[in-house]
């Protein structure tokens, strides 16, 4: 089977753009009925779509093509071959996690819930998911890297591609995006894909605040920190595997030697539970609620006087997280925490943590030879072997990275949170100019600021 994960396997800049929409849940009623047309017309079109979003590919072999070819994120349904094939997009189909067993059930085009082919050899068939499931993560954690999409390139992406842009609220809001993104140094189009607003209404709004394409003034005692505004792309490479990333839990840090850099935390880039994958911040990968239907509303950080940032997400279940930023001098301390108001235990919870660094100057090589990971700690070395990007989330956390994107990771690990329990964390990130890397993280241990609460 052919791969075609990425929309660069497939010519058509229409079905792309469509297929983009589905996945991130943004297609109106004429693009679904436009999406539908299509994939009835052509099986190449709906092998395309099917594997775009079920899992990567990697459910696709394991779901007979002939019976039963997707059930995913935006209630897509392919059913059938050649004119016998049916597709449903946007209707009362669904692919939901319920039941006593946590069985996999589909609703069919009368709302009544039917098992889904697999359930008479239940047996198999969770035994199969289990184990494509563990080959999936495997295979994710070790593809090769794909070739480098920069981020200049995603903001002229092809016309009917989904917009994630979010326009401010009122003229304050426009204010602060537009201020934040001129600190980021980003250009007109860049703007535009962040706000969905007109380049000559941006140019107009530019003027009228006076606000200038110039890197922001820093302060000696304190890291300027800010929400990130969206329309670039924050990573440099293996944005493939970050499609369409969500701004809700990303900060910016400059780096307090050149205003013109800075690197992004992802708090958190997403969570697993029991190996099913919670939340995430992008939407390359299907979620707990994305498998029933259910769209995230968008969420901003909270901005406070001090410069401390915060936000809290809840999840229709009785569940929520959260995080708080507060910067220092050389440092942020971060705090997220986990409340449980379901009446079901989470286990096993790993919330997986993203330092991203290849808006920093002097840190954006490729490459693993500048990371260290040790005792929970990750730091990435500068170019120059002066300054280092250290995060930790405790002792018990796992350090990691990417050289593609590239990233640094600590990723705590939650081992139960029960029904009623809140279960906090505190984080660290900072900078530090010096050749003596060791002796800088006795320096944060002794803080006694990062671990558990």
């Known amino acids: 089977m052919a791969d075609l994960s990425s929309p660069d396997s497939f010519p058509d800049d229409e079905v792309v753009g469509l297929v983009d929409g589905l996945i991130d849940g943004h297609l109106d009623e004429e693009s679904q009925r436009r999406l539908e047309e299509l994939l009835k017309s052509d099986p190449r079109l709906a092998d395309y779509c099917a594997e775009r979003i079920l899992f990567n590919s990697k459910l696709a072999d394991l ?17 059938g071959n050649g004119e016998d094939r049916r597709v449903v997009v946007g209707q009362s189909q669904m692919a939901q996690i319920g039941g006593r067993s946590g069985d996999l059930f589909l609703a069919g085009p ?54 994630w842009f979010r326009k401010p609220t009122s003229a304050s809001e426009t204010k602060y995006w537009l201020q ?39 302060k000696d005692d304190k890291l300027l920190s800010t929400a990130l505004p969206g329309g670039r792309h924050p990573r440099l490479g293996y944005q493939k595997h970050a499609v369409n990333p969500r701004r809700d839990t990303k900060i910016s840090v400059f780096t307090p030697w050149d205003a013109d850099g800075y690197v992004v935390l992802d708090v958190p880039e997403a969570i697993n539970l029991d190996r099913f994958v919670y939340y995430l911040s992008h939407s390359d990968l299907p979620t707990f609620w994305s498998l029933q239907g259910y769209q995230l509303p968008p969420l901003e950080w909270e901005r406070h006087e001090d410069g401390k940032l915060s936000y809290e997400r809840h999840f229709p279940n009785g569940v929520s997280f959260g995080a708080e930023v507060t910067p220092g001098k050389s440092e ?46 990750a730091a990435a070395r500068s170019a120059d072997g002066q300054r280092w990007a250290i995060v930790s989330w405790g002792e018990t956390a796992r350090p990691w990275g990417i050289s593609e994107c590239p990233c640094i990771h600590s990723d705590p690990r939650i081992k139960v949170c029960h029904p009623g329990e809140t279960v906090k964390l505190r984080g660290w990130f900072s900078f530090y100019e010096g050749a003596d890397l060791d002796a800088e993280l006795e320096r944060i241990k002794s803080v006694g600021w990062v671990g558990g609460l």
Not at 338 to 359: I, K, M, P, T, Y
Request: some cysteine; aromatic content about 10%; charged content about 20%.
């Open 63 to 79: 779901v007979a093509p002939s019976r039963l070819e997707l059930i995913q994120n935006r209630r897509l349904l392919i059913e």
């Open 110 to 163: 009368e709302g009544k819930s039917r098992p889904s082919w697999w359930m008479s050899a239940l047996p198999w068939s969770l035994a199969a998911l289990f184990a494509v499931g563990a080959f999936f993560v495997w295979s994710f954690q070790n593809r090769p890297a794909p070739e480098t999409v920069f981020p200049e390139q995603v903001s002229t992406r092809a016309a009917g591609a989904t917009p």
């Open 180 to 218: 934040n993104m001129a600190w980021h140094r980003f250009s007109l189009n860049e703007m535009k894909a962040a706000t969905g607003l007109p380049k000559d209404e941006i140019s107009s709004a530019l003027e009228k605040y006076g606000i200038k394409d110039e890197a922001p003034t820093l």
């Open 332 to 377: 942020l301390r971060l705090q997220a925490w986990l409340r449980n108001e379901s009446a079901s235990e989470l286990r096993n919870v790993n919330l997986q943590n993203c330092v991203l660094l290849g808006r920093a100057e002097g840190f954006s090589e490729q490459s693993m030879d500048n990371k260290v990971f040790q005792d929970g700690f």
